[in-house]
């Protein structure tokens, strides 16, 4: 589901035609902050996370990483996924890049934006990662659809 969200999200940034309508589209942060998300929980569950414990980190992404973090699980490239984090975390917890450009009463809200080509280059290595530790499942998934398994990591669906 979350690399459905970044090939999503790189879609929407190659089909707009300015550098300026990628970075304030609400759209691509709105999919970017559920692949983080995405990916965090995937690395989670198989650390004996439990369906309930991965609801309960809902939408947090500075919670979610922190317990990635509190399990030992090793982010590659971590500063630039700190950032990416970080800017995308309010917007995702409170859905304001879903409900936009202001509140009911008429006040703006606030939050932060990430660039999306550095949010993409900071989650391709989250990628390759997610994909081998749940290498097994996907394999499994593809043999019950009829599918050739996948055994090398295909790379990072971006730009």
Excluded at 52 to 81: C, F, R, S, T, V
Excluded at 124 to 146: T, W
Aim: aromatic share 10%; with cysteine; proline share 7%.
């Amino acid at each position: 589901m979350a690399r459905g969200n970044l090939i999503g999200a790189s879609h929407i940034y190659r089909a707009l035609s300015t550098e300026q309508e990628r970075n304030i589209n609400p759209c691509i942060q709105f999919l970017l902050g559920f692949t983080v998300e995405g990916y965090f929980k995937a690395l989670l569950a198989p650390k004996n996370y439990k369906l309930h414990q991965l609801i309960a980190i809902g939408h947090n992404l500075k919670k979610a990483m922190q317990k990635a973090g509190d399990e030992g699980i090793a982010l590659p490239g971590y500063p630039k996924l700190k950032f990416v984090v970080d800017n995308l975390a309010l917007g995702h917890l409170k859905h304001h890049y879903r409900y936009l450009p202001s509140n009911p009463d008429g006040s703006d809200k606030e939050f932060t934006m990430v660039y999306p080509s550095l949010a993409f280059e900071a989650l391709a290595p989250l990628d390759e990662i997610v994909f081998k530790e749940i290498q097994a499942e996907i394999n499994a998934d593809e043999s019950r659809l009829g599918l050739p398994t996948t055994t090398n990591w295909p790379g990072a669906p971006i730009l």
